[in-house]
Structures are given as structure tokens and as C-alpha cells.
């Protein structure tokens, strides 16, 4: 497809995403954070209403004099509790507040570029007195669906893909050991399907977990919310691959994958990709399948367009710490250019 490589403009987090959620950041605070870290949901929405929109904000033990969105490498899109109820002057009023209290710098991320929270943020920031600029953070492919046909989506993939996959789906089925299911329900089976996810990802090339409590707690909200849709391929009786999807608000988000080595040659990955696709388009029929972080070379094959996600940062006026801080992004920032130049 020509649209292969285009950048194409990023979607707000909708209502009802699993990572706008209080369940969700409350679970990230819960098991994926350092001790000792302060969180807070600062209200933004209409004045008076103070549950109507919350925006999730972190200080980290060793950073007592900056404040991030309460997100990390799990985060795949950052925006606030109830974004629909936002109040762009209460949002300033926050950021004022955390000016005045003495925080140097203030970071959130990652945002949908161009999208209307980070547009709002940004001007807030600025209103509020920061100093306030846009960085990088990764690119996000993803798929818009318009048919709920997976045949026919299959047909627009690359016709290697597409040649690998049916090859292997045809030596997998005739396999009598070949068992693939999807769990999505808080049924008895749950834990088993989380047990051969680990079991799967601790055989694979993917380094340990620094938080292993997060993912088998998220597998038990996203069942309990009926998001979850987790894909075990068993052979022999073992797990030889897992993938770990949410589905919510008509997207279906690809958040963890991985394969036992031992079966590589059996493209176990592959197939199991295809089958919770199939499943997602025609069983739940979403619009949209996103596989969240990071520009790896094998997400363009399954889904064609590409948007980037960026951060926020901010830094106090008023403050050294924060002054210093500005002085060393900014002068990076020129640093950076003139050796870009340079090279050309």
C-alpha cells in the first residue's frame, strides 16, 4: 500500500480507552512504581465538579523538584481521567498551582501529536507562566478497519506475510497437538492463560519484567472490564506463544507478544497474530487495530499508517533549578540543529 511509510494524524484517547481509566492508573500506582512515589489526580474539569476530569500526575522519590504524568514505559498514550470534561482553565490553574509551589520542571507524555490535549496542555502551560515544548517520544502504527472481514484484510498485507502465515496456520492444524484459545472472560480458566503468558515470555528473547505484578494484574482488570482478549498457541501440551490484547471503546490494542524460540520455525507468532486480528475484526468488530509503542519493523506488514506520539516539557521561570533545566534543553535543542545542518 502506498500509505505505508505516511505519518498520519494521531486519534485522541476515546471514551471508555482502557489507558484514560481510573482502574488503569490506579493500577499502574499500585505495581509499577517506585516506592515512595507521590501520586495525585488533580481535578480539571468544570469548576465545582471536582470527579468530572482528573489528570494523573507523579513525583518520583529521586526527583523532588519535578513532576511527570503518571505514566511509564507501559504508557502508551497519556490524556486525562474523563478528557471530554476537560476545562482548559482549570487545567492552567493546575499548572499554576504546581508553578507557585515550587516545581522546576513538569513533563507529560506520551501525547497523540496534534491532537487536542496536547494542543490544550500546551497552551495552558504557557498561560499558566511555563516554558513549555514539544520532544518526541515514538511512533505508533496502527490500522483503521473498515470491512469486518479479516480475509479482506488479509488480502491488502504484504504477500510475504501473507504466504508465511498460511503456511504455518496449515502445518499448525495438522498437528494434532495444536491447541489455540483466546481467554477473555474472569472464568476459572484465567489464570492458567496468565500462567502460560509468563510461562511463554520468560522462554522468549524479551528481558524480564522490572514489574512483574502489572501484567497479570492488568489481564485480571481487562477481564473483569471485558477488554481482554488473551491468545495462548499450546504445543505438545506447553504454551509456544502468547499475545496479550485489549479491546475497548471499538480499538484493539496490541500491548504484549512473544514467542518461545523453540518453536520459532513454526511462525507460532505469526499465527497466533492472525487469529486474535480475525477475531478482533469479525467477532468484536472494531474500527481501529493499534499496536501501541515503538517502530519495529514487523508492526508495518500487519498495520500500514503510522502517527507519532510526543511529550510536554515545561520548565518554571521562576526557579534556578528550572532555569538550568530550560537552558540545557534548549541549548541541546541548538546543538542538535547545527550538527544536523552540518551533516547535510
Known amino acids: 500500500m502506498t500509505s505505508a511509510t505516511m505519518s498520519q494524524p494521531a486519534a485522541e484517547l476515546d471514551a471508555g480507552d482502557p489507558h484514560c481509566t481510573r482502574e488503569w492508573f490506579d493500577l499502574l500506582a499500585a505495581t509499577a512504581l517506585p516506592p515512595g512515589t507521590a501520586v495525585k489526580f488533580a481535578p480539571v474539569g468544570p469548576t465545582g465538579q471536582d470527579d468530572a476530569a482528573l489528570l494523573p500526575l507523579m513525583r518520583l522519590p529521586e526527583s523532588r523538584h519535578r513532576v511527570d504524568a503518571l505514566a511509564n514505559f507501559y504508557t502508551p498514550l497519556y490524556a486525562p481521567i474523563g478528557l471530554d470534561q476537560l476545562d482548559p482553565a482549570s487545567l492552567a490553574a493546575t499548572f499554576a498551582k504546581l508553578r507557585y509551589d515550587g516545581t522546576a520542571v513538569l513533563r507529560l507524555a506520551p501525547l497523540a501529536a496534534g491532537g487536542a490535549f496536547h494542543a490544550t496542555a500546551l497552551a495552558a502551560l504557557r498561560q499558566a507562566g511555563w516554558i513549555a ?140 497474530t492472525a487469529a486474535l486480528m480475525r477475531h478482533v475484526i469479525e467477532s468484536d468488530g472494531v474500527a481501529e487495530i493499534d499496536y501501541l509503542i515503538g517502530d519495529d519493523a514487523y508492526k508495518r506488514d500487519w498495520t500500514p499508517l503510522r502517527r507519532e506520539r510526543v511529550g510536554l516539557v515545561a520548565f518554571n521561570p521562576a526557579s534556578a533549578r528550572g532555569l538550568a533545566a530550560a537552558a540545557h534543553h534548549f541549548g541541546g535543542k541548538v546543538v542538535r540543529r547545527v550538527r544536523s545542518n552540518g551533516d547535510n
Do not use: M
Not at 497437538?177 to 489464570?191: C, G, K, S, V
Not at 511463554?200 to 528481558?207: F, L, M
Open 133 to 272: 515544548d514539544t520532544y518526541f517520544c515514538f511512533g505508533n502504527w496502527y490500522a483503521p478497519i473498515v470491512t469486518a472481514d479479516f480475509e479482506a484484510y488479509l488480502a491488502e498485507r504484504p504477500s510475504a506475510l501473507r504466504n508465511t502465515f498460511r503456511r504455518a496456520r496449515n502445518r499448525l492444524e495438522r498437528r494434532p497437538d495444536f491447541r489455540l484459545r483466546i481467554q477473555q472472560a474472569p472464568d476459572a480458566q484465567l489464570e492458567a492463560a496468565i500462567a502460560g503468558f509468563e510461562r511463554v515470555y520468560a522462554a522468549s528473547w524479551k528481558r524480564p519484567e522490572p514489574w512483574p505484578d502489572f501484567i497479570p494484574g492488568l489481564c485480571r482488570l481487562a477481564a473483569r472490564c471485558g477488554w481482554l482478549r488473551l491468545g495462548v498457541i499450546e504445543l505438545d501440551g506447553q504454551p509456544a506463544a502468547a499475545q496479550i490484547w485489549l479491546v475497548a471503546a471499538g480499538k484493539a490494542h496490541i500491548v504484549k507478544l512473544a514467542y518461545d524460540p523453540a518453536w520459532r520455525d513454526l511462525s507460532v507468532g505469526t499465527v497466533l
